[in-house]
């Protein structure tokens, strides 16, 4: 059921304090509305900058050195638009949920790193589709640090290649046609699997297999909550959905969780 007015918001979140309080084995899974507020743009709002940065695709990059210039000037020029970015309420009240023990960890299709700056321990972010914080060799997959590469990037107008091997370096996030990283696709099952609330909040619910997660944790007996700002396609198969500002409707959980919600510190 989709809470439609103030009175109805309270009365399910009040029904979500009560679940998040009982259950043993919460399941967190966010997309990019959760960043939003942070001042991350997201991919299909109107007049999103992704539209004019479209990323490369990764069969793209592989094929051509322009192509990856091309990429690289992309990636920069996002970066330079959220570089200020803090966690949101959000970002706050799932690390909450992480501290109180009550989220293994952390499923998320981002790649802003927010949630880890929020206090979440990195080897308990689930990051599905990788992370835009630093680069990689596609070839021996050592780490690249972002400003070590731009500061080349500028001067020569390269791509990079791996000072180690002389590979192709890639920013560590998962591009168009590029395999999942099976190891957190794995992960993120097993939680899905195991938990009792599986909780999206921020996801569009439309890129898979990452939107299956959801679908798993149901046939598996969690019960499912959406908060999201607009609909998705899940929403018929929730047992809560709330439609809004993600913060907010987040923070008012807190208030409305009394004693719980202090003793978890969302935020």
């Known amino acids: 059921m989709t809470a439609s007015d103030p009175a109805d918001l309270d009365e399910d979140l009040e029904v979500l304090?009560?679940?998040?309080?009982?259950?043993?084995?919460?399941?967190?899974?966010?997309?990019?509305?959760?960043?939003?507020?942070?001042?991350?743009?997201?991919?299909?709002?109107?007049?999103?900058?992704?539209?004019?940065?479209?990323?490369?695709?990764?069969?793209?990059?592989?094929?051509?050195?322009?192509?990856?210039?091309?990429?690289?000037?992309?990636?920069?020029?996002?970066?330079?638009?959220?570089?200020?970015?803090?966690?949101?309420?959000?970002?706050?009240?799932?690390?909450?949920?992480?501290?109180?023990?009550?989220?293994?960890?952390?499923?998320?299709?981002?790649?802003?790193?927010?949630?880890?700056?929020?206090?979440?321990?990195?080897?308990?972010?689930?990051?599905?589709?990788?992370?835009?914080?630093?680069?990689?060799?596609?070839?021996?997959?050592?780490?690249?640090?972002?400003?070590?590469?731009?500061?080349?990037?500028?001067?020569?107008?390269?791509?990079?290649?791996?000072?180690?091997?002389?590979?192709m370096v890639k920013s560590a996030t998962i591009s168009f046609g590029q395999a999942l990283p099976q190891q957190a696709l794995q992960r993120a099952q097993a939680l899905a699997r195991t938990s009792d609330l599986f909780i999206a909040i921020g996801s569009s619910l439309l890129v898979h297999p990452a939107a299956g997660l959801p679908v798993l944790a149901k046939r598996h007996g969690a019960r499912l909550v959406i908060i999201n700002r607009e609909a998705t396609p899940l929403d018929d198969i929730a047992d809560l959905v709330f439609n809004g500002e993600i913060g907010a409707i987040c923070m008012r959980l807190v208030e409305l969780s009394g004693d719980a919600g202090r003793s978890i510190n969302y935020s």
């Open 17 to 167: 304090a009560e679940w998040l309080a009982s259950a043993e084995v919460v399941a967190p899974f966010t997309g990019a509305g959760i960043s939003t507020e942070s001042g991350v743009p997201d991919f299909r709002s109107p007049g999103s900058p992704w539209l004019a940065n479209r990323p490369i695709a990764f069969d793209a990059f592989l094929a051509s050195a322009e192509a990856r210039r091309e990429a690289w000037r992309r990636k920069f020029a996002m970066d330079d638009l959220y570089a200020g970015a803090t966690p949101g309420r959000g970002h706050h009240f799932l690390a909450g949920l992480v501290a109180a023990g009550k989220a293994p960890a952390i499923i998320t299709q981002n790649i802003d790193g927010l949630q880890q700056a929020a206090g979440v321990p990195e080897e308990r972010v689930i990051e599905l589709h990788g992370n835009g914080t630093y680069a990689a060799c596609l070839d021996c997959a050592e780490r690249q640090e972002l400003a070590d590469i731009r500061s080349v990037f500028e001067a020569s107008g390269l791509p990079p290649t791996c000072p180690h091997c002389g590979g």
